[in-house]
């Protein structure tokens, strides 16, 4: 390469006016100040790094000098294609180059510009680089600006080099570098993006079957291979088993600990039965702290043996927190999948789960295997279709009371009626008790019927003319009213806005009841005796094991359980029984009314006996209105 000063100034150059003719300062031939957002971007370029590789120093030298009269004063230099290699390895950070444009002189020893150009092309960290080339012809010429971008270079300058040409082509090849490292910035970050989508699609693909918890299968999941299960079983003609487990202590262990210790209780159990399983079936959390566990080719008696191991190995589990330890157990349920059976998947799971309710209500800790005829079952049964006409018929007033005449053995006078409660039905007929209240009770709606009963009982006594004012009721209630926060106030209320007194107003619950709550029941016996209602202990005798208990209830009466009455006439023992009755509430100043009274011997026989009140068929059947019941009793005059 000639040593001359190639790089020299073009003769009609004036350095002076340069600045404002590049556009550095204003628009070219205007004189005018840049916009503030040009200015702002010329200043990032001037900040950006040039390399500038040249064999001769003088004409590095002057491109340098060009370079700082704008303000491009990043400038690193090399004298050679090896010398630029180990600079353009040097601005190299996390695989990426600091280096923004370099402009490399073609005619150099050892290794031309062409060739230095095409190491860099070859190279992904300086692949990006703009390049400018240097070429010392004065004019243009094809094969060296053909060879110069095919090698890879950005642009071509032609010696010698004007200030007012280079600055420009400059400042496009920052401004081309900086848009291929903000596009490649936001390609990486794309990628990153996807990268971390996919991780999250993977995640929630996991979990739609996958317990989150646990690591467990989910029941999503085991829906899935139940389905498949039970295909497999009809075509390979062997049968398999659905095991339901449900822990029995966890509700006490995470109400008393916290849920983070529940959560670590149900994490150490999915652990424990995932070992003892293994390969053999499916595990999968169902539920907050029920289990489930498919396996193919058992029969019922290898189904029942594998349930119970599976319950001892509950019952053998031990979850320690801190310095306590707690022995939780499991009640276990069974449902088989028979060969010969078409059984949905759903349905074994709901037989699976069925039987593990008969399990925990048979006392839990123990192993059930599905049965049609389950009481509980037929309980269920008789809930799906009970529930929602009690939820009606509490919303729009289909219930009803009847009354059944009490007569008075003294007086031979009816003045005591008892309130019955009845439902109507679809037909309009009356629906008897029996046939919704223990669904009533068990689903959790016997509270709303308990207080219908008092409030419309009030209303048919505040209904009565006043002549009829001694006229009393005894109303039944459950065993859960008495538990309810919400029957004084309402009792209250309806006392004070009817003026009803309340000694006219008997409320009775049955013995077994009574004892069952012993304590919350007379709390609330003593508080309804405070506001003068009366108190009668219904089905006295059932219980007799629960005398002692007796005197502590402050009643008023005690009916004679039905059972001793029935027979009463042909029956000594009935009889003496009875009579003891009678002695017992004497002694305790109490009353007595004995129920089922059916024929006129019976009820001279209770009169007798010294009975001070007498219900059933013979004296009276349900009337459905208050003064019919009065009007209607058979007050038969009873003999001594």
């Known amino acids: 390469m000639s ?35 040009c200015i702002h971007d010329l200043d990032a370029l001037r900040r950006m790094r040039i390399l500038v590789v040249d064999d001769i120093p003088d004409n590095v030298d002057l491109l340098k000098a060009m370079l700082a009269k704008s303000g491009f004063t990043n400038v690193v230099t090399a004298g050679n294609g090896r010398e630029a290699l180990e600079c353009l390895q040097t601005y190299v950070e996390n695989g990426s180059s ?55 270079a950005t642009d071509i300058l032609f010696k010698p080099i004007r200030r007012v040409e280079l600055l420009p082509r400059v400042i496009s090849a920052l401004a081309l570098k900086r848009e291929r490292d903000l596009r490649k910035r936001r390609e990486q970050e794309l990628e990153t993006e996807l990268a971390e989508r996919r991780i999250v699609e993977a995640r929630l693909q996991h979990l739609v079957y996958h317990d989150d ?166 309980t269920l049964r008789r ?39 009845r439902m109507v039905g679809e037909d309009g007929r009356l629906v008897p008790p029996a046939s919704f209240i223990p669904v009533a009770e068990h689903m959790g709606l016997i509270h709303d019927i308990d207080l219908w009963v008092v409030s419309h ?77 009366r108190f009668a202990l219904d089905d006295f005798g059932s219980g ?9 209830l402050p009643a008023d009466f005690l009916k004679i359980d039905g059972a001793f009455v029935t027979n009463l006439i042909n029956d000594p023992v009935d009889q003496t029984l009875v009579r003891s009755m009678i002695k017992i509430a004497r002694t305790l100043g109490k009353r007595t009314i004995a129920e089922f009274v059916e024929s006129q011997e019976a009820l001279e026989l209770l009169a007798a006996f010294g009975v001070d009140y007498a219900q059933g068929y013979h004296i009276g059947r349900p009337a459905e209105t208050l003064e019919q019941a009065l009007a209607g009793a058979a007050a038969a005059e009873p003999t001594a």
């Open 213 to 378: 918890l646990t690591g467990l299968c989910n029941r999503r999941y085991l829906e899935r291979h139940l389905e498949e299960a039970v295909r497999r079983c009809r075509e390979q003609r062997r049968d398999g088993a659905l095991f339901y487990i449900d822990l029995d202590q966890f509700k006490v262990i995470n109400d008393t600990e916290g849920h983070q210790v529940g959560d670590r209780l149900l994490v150490e159990v999915a652990n424990t039965l995932r070992a003892h399983i293994g390969p053999r079936g499916i595990l999968a959390r169902v539920s907050a702290d029920e289990y489930a566990v498919l396996m193919e080719g058992l029969d019922e008696a290898r189904a029942l043996e594998t349930a119970e191991q599976l319950r001892a190995l509950m019952d053998a589990f031990t979850f320690r927190t801190e310095d306590r330890t707690y022995h939780i157990g499991a009640s276990i349920g069974v449902a088989l999948l028979r060969h010969d059976e078409s059984a949905e998947p759903s349905e074994l799971l709901a037989r699976a789960d069925q039987a593990c309710y008969v399990a925990k209500t048979h006392g839990r800790n123990i192993v059930h295997l599905y049965n049609d005829d389950d009481t509980e079952m037929l």
């Open 98 to 152: 600091t280096i923004d444009a370099v402009l490399l002189d073609i005619m150099m020893p050892e290794m031309d510009g062409f060739q230095l150009c095409r190491i860099m092309r070859a190279h992904d960290e300086w692949a990006d680089i703009p390049v400018t080339m240097i070429t010392a012809n004065a004019s243009w010429q094809d094969k060296v600006a053909r060879a110069s971008y095919e090698a890879g």
């Open 544 to 552: 007799f094991n629960t005398f002692s208990y007796i005197k502590e």
């Open 3 to 37: 040593t001359s000063p190639d790089l020299s100034p073009d003769p009609s150059y004036d350095p002076a006016a340069a600045p404002a003719g590049l556009g550095l300062d204003g628009p070219a031939g205007s004189g005018g100040p840049l916009p503030e957002s």
């Open 383 to 421: 809930a799906i279709h009970w529930v929602p006409l009690i939820r009606d018929a509490l919303a729009n007033d289909r219930f009803r009371l009847v009354f059944q005449p009490l007569l008075d053995l003294r007086t031979g006078q009816v003045t005591r009626c008892e309130a019955l409660i």
């Open 457 to 533: 009982a009030i209303d048919v006594l505040a209904s009565l003319p006043p002549e009829r004012g001694e006229v009393a009721l005894n109303v039944n209630l459950s065993s859960y009213a008495f538990q309810d926060t919400a029957l004084l106030p309402l009792l209250r209320r309806k006392l004070r806005e009817t003026g009803v007194a309340a000694h006219r107003l008997t409320f009775e619950i049955t013995e077994t009841a009574a004892v069952a709550n012993f304590a919350q029941t007379r709390e609330m016996i003593l508080k309804l005796r405070e506001l003068g209602c």
